[in-house]
């Protein structure tokens, strides 16, 4: 089973950006959709994005729209989540996985792997 890790993670105050990668230990597949999600302490898992195996369709939830991107990069096997003007309620353990159902509503996820954390503050 490929194992998705998470990567680019740090501390980074209000207003800044940061670039998250998910590289898989085998290679992520061209056909595969996958998905963000992040976790803070004490709080669920929360959906954060996604984007279908060709990047034509991707998700976000509402409190990042505008500020998070998503992307893929089939060639080097990585997705990215671009995020931007982070607020200190961005701050959490961030993950990815294979998305099973193309983006479409409602998302369903594989297995999530080895998360990076978050920290946004001043």
């Known amino acids: 089973q490929v194992q998705l890790v998470a990567s680019g993670g740090g501390l980074v105050q209000p207003g800044g950006s940061l670039r998250l990668s998910c590289a898989a230990s085998?290679?992520?597949?061209?056909?595969?959709?996958i998905g963000w999600s992040r976790q803070a302490p004490g709080k669920e898992r929360e959906a954060v994005s996604c984007i279908s195996s060709d990047g034509s369709r991707t998700y976000y939830t509402d409190s990042v729209k505008g500020r998070f991107t998503i992307s893929r990069d089939n060639g080097k096997n990585t997705v990215y989540l671009q995020m931007n003007s982070l607020k200190p309620e961005d701050t959490a353990v961030y993950y990815c996985?294979?998305?099973?159902?193309?983006?479409?509503?409602?998302?369903?996820?594989?297995?999530w792997g080895q998360g990076t954390q978050v920290t946004v503050s001043s």
């Open positions: 996985a294979t998305e099973l159902a193309e983006c479409t509503l409602p998302l369903a996820f594989d297995d």
């Open positions: 085998g290679s992520i597949r061209d056909d595969d959709a």
